[in-house]
């Protein structure tokens, strides 16, 4: 079963939580630490910023190109940087301040801003310029994102890392919502150059907050007698293999993005199900994103719940059931509604995965295994979508869509009573 907490320690346990708390997103986090608050003001800024520059380079490529395969090189030039350097930029967070690494690191973008900007003020499109700038920025990503998500659980108590994570999860997908949106208006606007600018202008609130925190040195030793050692990537891999409930939060995500992840599909649901255009695809696209943020929105009752790892067993069960049940459904807004719902579940899932590798993982190693997060992040829709594209060439969508979300029902639950412990995790005595 699940328990709830009260966030007031001082009253009593048959004291109810107010209503709002348990349903609208915990602001907690950004109440009491305003090195938190910084960094995430910082951070929704930035990333708001950054989507804008994302979707600036894919209509600058097919601008100069007038190719789709082009245009499609630009997220092949993020994702292998994002792969190889996600693993070595955790090791060098457990090695160095990890302020002065997400300091860097957001500097580095911020400068790649500044040519990108250059280059569109004096007319210089290139299109290789572009993708060693996309593949550049994929790099410092790659390095900022473990040494910022390690630094959480040192400017937070343990029972505020769900509230965090929520509002991170509302961070990620407004950007993703209204970043592109606003960097098409303002392309449409004004050009390319306006959206770089702006990207430069946004990266500022981000390098603010760094420079306001304290340092953050990795702690070495976790009170096991180890002596402290060189961070390697090997030796974060070595010791997620010791640690099969961390281990489980990494399959269950795979079992979800791989195994049930319909986004390629879209283009061809739209027109065969829905009689759609390329506005259809976008409502399809559009939808799990506003279930996202949704769940994020209403993520108070999230803080109560202790069973973190039945809990994402559900929530990726319920990710599985809704894609099945999208796959069935030849309404468009019932379609919707079920990738909503997806949406919403997703969520739930990457609050309780991150909390569990924050809270479970001791502090030495927070980075190394935050970097081996970004690559199953990165890599496991992207393989989905080669999943679910050869699934249906080889049968149908409907096929690809239904199987899938029923694959990742029956993975799930097969990981769940293969490793019953992972049910049991305890947020109060977490045990990687």
């Given at each position: 079963m699940f328990y709830f907490r009260v966030p007031d320690a001082t009253k009593s346990s048959t004291d109810p939580v107010p209503l709002r708390s348990r349903i609208f997103a915990d602001l907690t986090p950004l109440r009491t630490s305003p090195d938190y608050r910084r960094l995430w003001c910082g951070n929704t800024i930035s990333w708001m910023g950054q989507q804008m520059t994302a979707l600036a380079v894919s209509l600058q490529v097919y601008d100069l190109t007038h190719s789709t395969f082009a245009v499609g090189l630009v997220g092949l030039c993020s994702l292998v940087p994002l792969v190889v350097f996600g693993l070595y930029g955790?090791?060098?967070?457990?090695?160095?301040?990890?302020?002065?690494?997400?300091?860097?690191s957001a500097?580095?973008?911020?400068?790649?801003?500044?040519?990108?900007?250059?280059?569109?003020l004096t007319h210089r499109h290139h299109v290789a310029l572009l993708y060693g700038v996309v593949a550049l920025q994929a790099v410092c990503f790659a390095m900022n994102s473990p040494a910022r998500s390690s630094m959480i659980p040192r400017l937070l108590p343990v029972e505020q890392l769900p509230a965090a994570n929520a509002l991170n999860s509302l961070t990620s997908n407004l950007g993703m919502m209204g970043g592109p949106m606003l960097g098409g208006v303002i392309v449409g606007?004004?050009?390319?150059?306006?959206?770089?600018?702006?990207?430069?202008?946004?990266?500022?609130?981000?390098?603010?907050a760094m420079w306001r925190l304290p340092a953050m040195r990795p702690e070495q030793g976790d009170g096991d007698g180890e002596q402290p050692r060189r961070?390697?990537?090997?030796?974060?891999?070595?010791?997620?293999?010791?640690?099969?409930?961390?281990?489980?939060?990494?399959?269950?995500?795979?079992?979800?993005?791989?195994?049930?992840?319909?986004?390629?599909?879209?283009?061809?649901?739209?027109?065969?199900?829905?009689?759609?255009?390329?506005?259809?695809?976008?409502?399809?696209?559009?939808?799990?994103a506003v279930g996202?943020?949704?769940?994020?929105?209403?993520?108070?009752?999230?803080?109560?719940?202790?069973?973190?790892?039945?809990?994402?067993?559900?929530?990726?069960?319920?990710?599985?059931?809704?894609?099945?049940c999208f796959g069935l459904a030849r309404n468009l807004w019932l379609g919707l509604f079920f990738l909503a719902v997806a949406g919403c579940a997703d969520t739930v899932s990457m609050v309780f995965r991150s909390t569990m590798l924050q809270a479970a993982t001791p502090d030495r190693m927070r980075g190394r295994l935050q970097g081996v997060f970004i690559v199953?992040?990165?890599?496991?829709?992207?393989?989905?979508?080669?999943?679910?594209?050869?699934?249906?060439?080889?049968?149908?969508?409907?096929?690809?869509?239904?199987g899938g979300g029923l694959a990742c029902v029956l993975t799930v639950t097969a990981l769940g009573l293969g490793r019953r412990a992972f049910a049991r995790y305890d947020a109060l005595d977490p045990q990687p």
């Open positions: 955790g090791a060098i967070a457990d090695t160095v301040d990890r302020r002065k690494l997400g300091l860097y500097s580095g973008a911020t400068v790649l801003s500044v040519v990108l900007a250059a280059a569109a606007l004004w050009g390319y150059q306006a959206a770089y600018l702006i990207d430069v202008a946004a990266f500022g609130a981000s390098l603010y961070a390697s990537v090997l030796d974060g891999l070595r010791f997620l293999a010791t640690r099969p409930n961390l281990r489980m939060t990494f399959f269950t995500d795979l079992s979800a993005m791989v195994l049930a992840q319909p986004r390629a599909l879209f283009p061809a649901i739209a027109v065969l199900w829905f009689a759609g255009d390329a506005k259809t695809v976008g409502l399809l696209v559009a939808a799990p996202a943020v949704l769940g994020g929105l209403f993520s108070g009752w999230l803080g109560g719940i202790r069973r973190h790892g039945l809990a994402i067993l559900l929530a990726v069960a319920s990710w599985g059931a809704a894609v099945a199953v992040v990165a890599g496991g829709p992207r393989l989905g979508d080669f999943l679910a594209g050869s699934a249906a060439d080889l049968t149908s969508p409907t096929v690809a869509v239904i």
